[in-house]
């Protein structure tokens, strides 16, 4: 079993939708959970960081959390093909920086 | 404020041979990541440093090795190169601190080996 798993998608969703990824992780005991954005022939870049069970806001972005569940969600409102990316969802143990991704979800956004 | 810095952005290499990457991160984070991103295994955890130490290592052999000096810059080492080497090498800067910190990635080093 991999320690984070998501769906690779490809995620199509038109522009103006929500678009809504997934995540889920093995490690109960993981503290710290991030989103990244990677676009093709980049470097990830850091979007949202969520701690503590709920629901987080940032512009556009809402990430999930719900640790008994050990699951993990990303919404895009209003989704722009500027959008269209592959998003990875890492994951920190209770190990300082020693993150596990997921093979990420690639994302289409239709104009 | 400057980003993580990884040199070279490109390199080409013969099998056999051994390659030194680089990484300097954002300034005042005292740890430096570094992962190997393919197609086929995604992003998987190489090695972290902290304060010159080395805190956590994956699961690669041990042809694969870093440093990192007292200015946080930190540096990889590949040696005796193999075809299955060849990836985007990035680095993740973060302050290091207990609960898991944001981590910044550089923009990575892509090798590639023939």
């Known amino acids: 079993q991999k320690e984070v798993e998501q769906n690779s998608g490809p995620l199509s969703v038109p522009e103006g939708a929500i678009a809504s990824l997934n995540c889920t992780y093995s490690?109960?005991?993981?503290?710290?959970f991030f989103w990244y954005r990677q676009y093709s022939g980049k470097s990830p870049e850091l979007i949202m960081s969520i701690y503590s069970n709920g629901d987080k806001e940032d512009g556009r972005f809402t990430a999930q959390l719900n640790k008994a569940s050990q699951y993990v969600s990303l919404l895009i409102r209003d989704s722009q093909p500027s959008d269209s990316a592959t998003y990875l969802c890492?994951?920190?143990?209770?190990?300082?920086?020693?993150?596990?991704f997921g093979s990420g979800t690639k994302l289409n956004v239709k104009p | 404020k400057a980003g993580v810095t990884q040199t070279p952005r490109y390199l080409i290499k013969t099998r056999g041979q051994q390659v030194t990457l680089s990484c300097s991160p954002i300034?005042?984070?005292?740890?430096v990541s570094w992962y190997q991103q393919t197609p086929g295994q995604g992003l998987q955890f190489l090695f972290e440093y902290f304060s010159e130490t080395q805190r956590n290592k994956g699961n690669f052999p041990g042809r694969f090795s870093g440093r990192q000096f007292s200015n946080s810059r930190s540096e990889m080492n590949v040696s005796t190169l193999e075809l299955g080497d060849s990836a985007l090498y990035l680095c993740?800067?973060?302050?290091?601190?207990?609960?898991?910190?944001?981590?910044?990635f550089g923009q990575g080093t892509r090798l590639t080996v023939v």
């Open positions: 300034s005042g984070h005292r740890s």
């Open positions: 993740a800067s973060s302050t290091g601190t207990a609960g898991g910190t944001e981590a910044f």
């Open positions: 490690d109960r005991g993981s503290q710290s």
């Open positions: 890492a994951v920190n143990p209770l190990n300082f920086n020693k993150f596990y």
